[in-house]
């Protein structure tokens, strides 16, 4: 945060030293001017000190005041979405205020006349006009490189809490189970223990396939829950329930990979399940708008991987919509999910994300 800091400051001062250089260059150059055209020579360096001074001083505010306005300027108008008028505002904005208060000032120092001062405020206005178009391009090329910057950091962003989400699934303690429970079918049911290793190899082939994906269709992630279920079912047998309830319409929406998966996950972690205390996990929805996780409650087991999940979920919704992941912890335990139309509404949303950080 301090380097952060200390980056922006420098930064500044740098602005800073660049509008003093440009500032100082100009009061020079059009006290020279003036002065010819008054006096017929070239100032001295020794005889004109003070006017010299003065005329560096009155250009360097004008350079602040015209800065100064055009920052509040951008605050009212702004380029991207109205550059013409934001140009033009500007330059009739900064030239009203900042000629009237050179040539006012010049004329307090420096004994000119009137054809003098017009030219002094026709030079005035085209070097406002060429600042105001240097100052609008120079902005549109800062908000075009952070704008890339930002989507960058949210791409990076996301791939960390994917990357998160596939390590956790694919845990060594995930796989140690799944093979535990394989070597104990072969034994028993060599009919289970075959559906058991392709439901599992298409969990893990699922895993693969997502891991750079930002969405998935419903569709595909119910897919995925229900091999998942049976891998748990196999376990857990009759005492584990598992009650899917969408509209067709909803299966073609988008969601971010594993996300109903461990919310499954997280609910078997967070109850106790046996012949005395089954658990049932329902996936519906609520006005075709966003999709409801619940689950009955039994007797709570302790988990402490279950807030890092569902935080996962909520920081990768940000990413995708507006709208907030809900959690509900009343008869059931239940997590409503907003419902992601389609990868062009994430873009869109992505884009004014990045325009309101801008």
Known sequence: MATESLLFQNERMKKYGLLVLICTTLGLLF???IFYSNQGR???IQLEAEEYLACTLITNLAGFLAWKLDKQLD??????????????????LNGIVVIVFVITSTLLIIDSSQQDMIKLGIL???????????????YSYRYYAKTQIEQMQL???????????????????YLFNCLNTVSSLLFKDTFIAEQFIRRMA???????????????????????????????QVRYEQHLNLNINLPKNLFNTCIPPMTLQLLVENAVKHNKISKEFPLTIYISAQDNTRILVSNSKTVSEKAVSFQIGLNNIMNRYRYFSSEKVIIKDEARYTVILPVIKSLEQTEKFQTQATHQLA
């Open 31 to 33: 006290f020279v001017y």
């Open 42 to 44: 070239f100032p001295s």
């Open 155 to 173: 791409d990076r962003l996301q791939l960390e809490l994917q990357f998160e989400s596939l390590k956790n699934q694919i845990s060594p303690h």
């Open 124 to 138: 005035l206005a085209i070097a406002l006009f060429i600042y105001e178009i240097f100052y609008g391009l120079f």
């Open 202 to 232: 298409d969990t893990f082939r699922y895993v693969i396939d997502n891991q750079k994906q930002k969405l998935v269709t419903v569709r595909e992630e119910i897919e995925f829950v229900k091999a998942y279920y049976f891998l748990l």
């Open 75 to 92: 605050r009212w108008i702004h380029w991207r979405s109205h550059f013409l008028l934001r140009f033009l505002s500007g330059f009739l």
